[in-house]
């Protein structure tokens, strides 16, 4: 603002308009001097993302489709849950990782977003009427994050910031099946950011089969990374009938759980993801549950949510599920998800 002959003040007052209390354009920054506007409207572009579908399910959890500037189209969930209210944000426009079971991988990867489209969604957002506010942000829609480190870098910059969004680091969660250059970058940043870790089966031999991912980064390399991260870890579990979810499955995955001191969170099978799983039965996941607590992990299973808006969407994570947080692990309450 200086090089513009403006009074520092002014960049605060249209940085505003950008994340606290956003404006459409730069038109619309109405205590900004019109002559200023008009110069920054011809200077910048202020870009949009377009809202190409807008579902709300029965329990409150809204979906958005939002197609960019090329065509691509990407997904954004909105998980009201009492007075938080957690967003799903993508950091790809599809996937490369092909996990077996997840709708995204058997898309394809198109591209990475750009920041302005990762940090676009959080925007948008908060341009609705009345807007939406989140009090969490997980990186959990599509695409690995750790994989585009380069835009979520710069959006976990922008979405922090006191000038910027300014959403606390805790309430703010990567999650990744395992980058181990990724966990090292998020590991530096001096920020309280969270990392949840998809593991999602407790062996070398059952993980390479349902994550093509493990055979470059094993197990055993990212529990390693996940010990050295000095903030509390979320390991994630989808439990797949009759695949990971026996009792030995449970015992295995409390040591590692316990050995990186991870909170553990169990998460139902989403219908409408990839290949022909089931979801445990609700006895198997008792099972389970009781076995990591009988060694003393903490553990939540996630409530699915919006399953009935996501039934015809490609993927939709819609089940951004609520987790019921266990007694005594309040101050990780928003490490978890949604
Ligand atoms: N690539 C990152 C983040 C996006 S996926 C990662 O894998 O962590 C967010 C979470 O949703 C992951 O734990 C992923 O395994 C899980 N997921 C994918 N498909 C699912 C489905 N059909 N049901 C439940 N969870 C699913």
């Known amino acids: 603002m200086n090089d513009a002959g403006e009074p520092a003040y002014r960049a605060r007052q249209v940085l505003r308009h950008l994340w606290q209390k956003p404006a459409p354009d730069f038109e619309a920054m109405s205590d900004v001097p019109r002559e200023l506007r008009q110069r920054l409207a011809s200077a910048f572009v202020l870009p949009r993302l377009s809202i190409d579908t807008d579902r709300i399910s029965a329990d409150g959890t809204r979906k958005f489709l939002f197609r960019l500037a090329d065509g691509q189209a990407i997904e954004t969930v909105a998980i009201p849950d009492g007075k938080r209210v957690t967003l799903c944000i993508s950091s790809q426009a599809g996937c490369a990782l092909q996990c077996a079971f997840c709708a995204t991988g058997a898309m394809g990867f198109a591209r990475n977003l750009e920041a302005f489209e990762i940090a676009g969604q959080v925007r948008e957002l908060a341009l609705l009427d009345p807007p939406i506010r989140p009090t969490n942000i997980v990186f959990m829609g599509m695409g690995e994050p750790l994989m585009n480190w380069r835009a979520v870098d710069t959006t976990l910059t922008i979405l922090n910031a006191p000038d910027g969004f300014g959403l606390g680091a805790r309430h703010i969660t990567v999650s990744t099946v395992g980058v181990l ?36 980064y094993p197990l055993a390399a990212v529990i390693e990374a996940a010990k050295r991260f000095e903030r509390r870890v979320t390991f994630e579990y989808v439990m797949l009938g009759g695949v990971n979810d026996a009792l030995e499955h449970a015992i295995a995955l409390g040591r590692l759980a316990k050995e990186c001191g991870a909170f553990v969170n169990l998460i139902p099978l989403h219908p409408g993801g990839a290949g022909s799983f089931t979801r445990s039965s609700p006895a198997a996941m008792r099972r389970f549950t009781a076995e990591l607590k009988r060694a003393r992990i903490e553990v939540a299973v996630r409530k699915s949510r919006g399953l009935d808006i996501a039934a015809a969407c490609g993927q939709l994570r819609a089940e951004r599920l609520r987790r019921r947080p266990p007694v005594g692990a309040q101050q990780h309450g928003d490490v978890q998800v949604a």
């Open 181 to 216: 250059p990724g966990i090292e970058a998020l590991a530096r940043r001096p920020e309280q950011f969270r990392l949840a870790i998809s593991v999602h089966a407790p062996s070398d031999a059952l993980r390479r089969t349902l994550m093509p991912v493990n055979v470059k």
